[in-house]
């Protein structure tokens, strides 16, 4: 028996049965009602704020992770994923302030940084330059 239902013929009253949700999606519903649950625990918030990112929902990352800064104002990959959210979003001047906040709190990953496409659009900021060469230099 095969492992999944064969799909009927398209014929009149053939029941058709909706196709699945995403895994994706199922994993946005999940997380959603367990932050509903646990709407402090750090784990879920960071990772509904990747998945809110990776679907491109950029306002619901940016306030994910501007709730996890305040959950854990000290975690530098916080404040990185902050920056992140606000370059998406637009916002160079804030998130460039985040990336200082992350490199001051331990941040010290240059190739991830040059590498991040969530950065793209401050490459050509000279206070990106700037970043990377304090970042070389083990400046904090």
Request: a negative charge; proline letters at 6%.
């Given at each position: 028996m095969p492992?999944?239902?064969p799909r009927s013929p398209?014929?009149?009253?053939a029941c058709h049965c909706p196709e699945p949700e995403s895994a994706q999606?199922?994993?946005?519903?999940f997380l959603e009602g367990v932050r509903a649950r646990l709407p402090r625990n750090p784990?879920?918030?960071a990772s509904?704020?990747?998945l809110y990112t990776e679907l491109g929902r950029f306002q619901d990352g940016l306030r994910a992770d501007r709730e996890m800064v305040k959950l854990e104002p000290r975690s530098a990959i916080a404040?990185?994923?902050l920056a992140c959210s606000l370059a998406l979003t637009g916002q160079p001047d804030e998130a460039f302030a985040c990336l200082d906040k992350a490199q001051s709190l331990g941040?010290?990953?240059a190739e991830g940084l040059q590498a991040d496409e969530d950065l793209a659009s401050?490459?050509?900021?000279?206070?990106?330059?700037w970043l990377l060469g304090r970042l070389a230099a083990g400046e904090a």
């Open positions: 492992a999944s239902r398209a014929t009149p009253g999606a199922q994993e946005l519903a784990a879920v918030l509904l704020g990747h404040w990185y994923n941040f010290e990953d401050l490459r050509t900021d000279p206070r990106f330059a």
